[in-house]
């Protein structure tokens, strides 16, 4: 007889349980979180259900809505077309499928971003965690675990702000340009509003991680959950945005697929 497929043995492997689907989605709702801007600047909308039937005159049989958003609220992808520095670049449609599914390094600075809100991930961070785990995912995901989701039920704590700004963590702008430039990693996925930093504004150039990652034609994933749940290496990332023509980036289902002993 020949040997199963890969296919095959991957249904198998789901129905056995010997492979786990975590989700790293947040549920979108109104109450989901969204990214405030200075009120000189545009703003993003919350998410928001407009009715359309619900088993009525409207329509007996049927319930379904309407619905708006901004297309960078709850969990969503950054497209290379969000920032500036890539508006000459791929738009949330043109991202390739087979870019969708890759795998994912998980490094957990969860006890430091516990310590200090504005903690930044250096490259010297990322050396050491390559050190005990092997090199970071050639064509895959780095995920950045700070234990931020346990934040996502309220705005106000999930944005962490006062008079000087929002207090979250990320990557240092020499980190963001070294993983946008010389990693082979296709994007960075964060637990945060955004795969900057709280501070990014004031650093150069401001909004690192958007602008580097961006010019460089890789991608964003905000707002994950439940990264506790996966090892740091091994698990295998799928993305499932929208493909809005001319999008910029879509809020997106977002899965992880981990083999379980």
């Not at 390094?105 to 903690?119: G, H, W, Y």
């Not at 995920?143 to 963590?169: C, I, K, V, Y």
């Not at 290496?233 to 993305?239: M, P």
Request: proline share 8%; with cysteine; aromatic share 8%.
């Amino acid at each position: 007889m020949s040997e199963p497929s890969v296919l095959a043995a991957l249904v198998s492997g789901l129905r056995g349980g010997s492979i786990e689907v975590v989700d790293l989605t947040s549920p979108l709702s109104s109450a989901t979180p969204v990214l405030r801007l200075p009120p000189e600047f545009g703003q993003t909308q919350v998410f928001t259900l407009e009715e359309i039937s619900r088993y009525d005159d409207r329509g007996p049989a049927w319930y379904w809505n309407n619905f708006r958003s901004g297309e960078h609220t709850g969990t969503h992808f950054d497209a290379p077309n969000h920032w500036v520095t890539g508006k000459d670049l791929a738009d949330v449609a043109s991202v390739p499928a087979g870019r969708l599914i890759a795998p994912a390094a998980v490094l957990d600075f969860t006890a430091e971003a516990a310590k200090d809100p504005d903690f930044l991930v250096e490259v010297d961070h990322v050396r050491a965690w390559e050190t005990a785990h092997g090199l970071l995912p050639d064509g895959g995901w780095l995920l950045l675990r700070t234990g931020w989701d346990a934040r996502s039920h309220a705005q106000e704590a999930f944005l962490n702000a006062d008079e000087n700004g929002p207090h979250t963590p990320g990557l240092s702008p020499e980190c963001a340009r070294w993983v946008a430039e010389e990693s082979p990693v296709i994007g960075l996925g964060v637990e945060t509003v955004g795969t900057d930093a709280g501070r990014a504004h004031s650093f150069d150039p401001a909004f690192p991680c958007h602008s580097y990652l961006m010019g460089s034609d890789k991608y964003g994933l905000t707002q994950l959950q439940n990264l506790a749940a996966l090892p740091p290496t091994g698990s295998v990332v799928v993305a499932g945005p929208l493909p809005i023509v001319s999008g910029s980036g879509s809020p997106a289902r977002v899965l992880a697929l981990v083999e379980r002993s």
